[in-house]
C-alpha cells in the first residue's frame, strides 16, 4: 500500500499546492496564544503586520523561538513548504520550537522565527502561491508572495528582543519555502547573510506522477531570473530520491541561477527515507543535512 503522502499526491490537481511542509500539526493549547512564553525554548506566536500584492495591509502568525540563556542571538528565519491538499490548510500551525530542525539552530545559539504565511492555518486569507495552469505556469510570481511574507517576518523579527540585529541572519526555505528564497535573495534586503534552501522548486507531481514537473523549462528561466540580481550566498541541498524534483532538475535550476551571476552551492545527497523530499523536516535528517549546513555557516562567518 503506497503511503499516505503518495496517495494525496496522486488525488492532487496540477494546479495544488505540491510541495510539502512538515506534517500539519493539531492546534494544541498554545496554538493562537499570542506573546506567552512556553517550554524551553520560551516559545512565542506573534502577529506580524505585511502589506499584500494589492496594497491591503494584512497580518501574519509567526513562531518566535529563542535559545537558552540572555544574550541577544543572530536570527534564523525557517519558511515552510505548502501541502498537497488544500483542505489541511486552515489546520496547519506554524512549526514548534521543539521540532528537530528548529531545534538544530537554536542549540547552536540562534534565534528562529517560523512564519505561517497568507492562507495557512490562523494566518488566513486567500492562498495567493498557486502555480495557475501547469500548461501556463508562473514560476515566478509565486515565489515573489512566498517572499512577501518572508520578508515581513524577517524584518519584524529583526526588531524583537533577543534577537542580535548587527547580526546578519539566516534564511532557510524547504520545497516551495525554498523556491520563496530565490525571489527574497533577489531583492538582497539588508541583514540577510546567508540562505539555506532545502529540495527547492514548484510544480512537481504534475498530474499526480512523481518526477514530473509542470513546465521545468519555465522554472529554470524564473530561477536564472532570480539568479541574475541575488548576492546573498547560498547552499542547496537535494536528494536523489526527491520524487518531486530529482537530481537532473536540480542540477538545471541551480546551474541556471549560478551561471545569471548568484553565489550559491549544490549538494546532492544520497537517499532518504521513502522520499527525500522530506529531508529538512524528516526525523533525524538533521543528522544528514546538518554537517553540511554548519560548514556552509562558518564558512560564512555566519555561526554565533
Known sequence: MLPRLLLLLLLAACAAPETTPPPPEVPGPRAGALGQPQGRWRDQMHRVPMQAANGQRRFITMRFCRPEGDAAAPLVVVNHGAPVDRASLPGMIATRCETEAVRWFLQRGFTVAVPLR?????????YVESLGRCDAPDPTNSAEEVARDAEAALAYARALPGVDAARPAVVVGQSAGGWGGLAVASHNPPGIG??????AGRGGWANGRPNNVCRPDLLVAAASGFGAKARVPALFIYTVNDSFFGPELA?????????AGAPAELRQLGPFGQDGHGLFFGQYGSETWGPLAEDFLRRQGMLP
Open 118 to 126: 497568507r492562507g495557512f492555518g490562523a494566518s488566513g486569507g486567500a
Open 251 to 259: 542540477t538545471r535550476l541551480v546551474g541556471a541561477y549560478t551561471a
Open 194 to 199: 546567508a540562505m539555506l534552501n532545502f529540495a
